[in-house]
């Protein structure tokens, strides 16, 4: 995915999962615009673009968390485990809008984001513990990870995930084979 100085989204490359956000599942050699998510006619403008193993997720200029591509996980936030094909706007457990994320990071199969409270929300798959939870439950919605408060830093790689709060103090977990966890 590639973010330009305007704020709009372009893909390119393999579709297999509908990953490039353009409704369909077709490889695409050159960049196309992703559009999907302008339907109302309103332009969205993006400030963060990041890409999972086969799905992408970008914060729009409104701190909204948009996502799309594959989720047998669960790692799009949207309460199922449907594809999506275009972008689709997370939402919570009762329906509202997260119009407050600020930062976003994408493992193979799950999704962390920071919101502006410094709180962490993870979802998707937990296996081996990523979302940082005492279980190896998934999570179809973005979920708030307790004890973890004023965090101004997340990284996912393919199974785990790392956090920094304000402090520097750094967190890890997930699988922590090849020493991936820094212990």
Not at 51 to 58: H, I, S, V
Not at 95 to 103: E, K, R, S, T
Request: aromatic residues 8%; proline residues 2%.
């Amino acid at each position: 995915a590639i973010l330009d100085i305007s704020g709009q989204v372009w893909t390119v490359g393999l579709n297999g999962h509908g990953q490039l956000g353009h409704g369909d599942m077709h490889d695409r050699e050159l960049p196309i615009l992703v559009g999907g998510f302008n339907s109302t006619g309103v332009k969205r403008e993006i400030k963060r673009v990041v890409c999972g193993r086969y799905y992408t997720a970008m914060i729009d200029i409104n701190n909204q968390l948009w996502t799309f591509g594959e989720n047998k996980n669960g790692q799009l936030g949207h309460g199922d485990k449907r594809v999506r094909l275009l972008p689709a706007i997370v939402k919570n457990w009762n329906g509202d809008i997260f119009n407050n994320v600020v930062q976003v990071a994408c493992g193979a199969t799950h999704t962390a984001m920071i919101d502006s409270t410094g709180q962490l929300w993870t979802f998707g798959s937990n296996e081996d513990g990523r979302l940082g939870r005492n279980d190896e439950q998934e999570k179809l919605l973005p979920t708030v990870v307790e004890g973890f408060n004023n965090i101004i830093q997340v990284s996912c790689g393919s199974f785990h995930t790392i956090v920094i709060d304000v402090t520097g103090q750094t967190w890890s977990f997930g699988n922590g084979g090849y020493g991936r966890l820094g212990r």
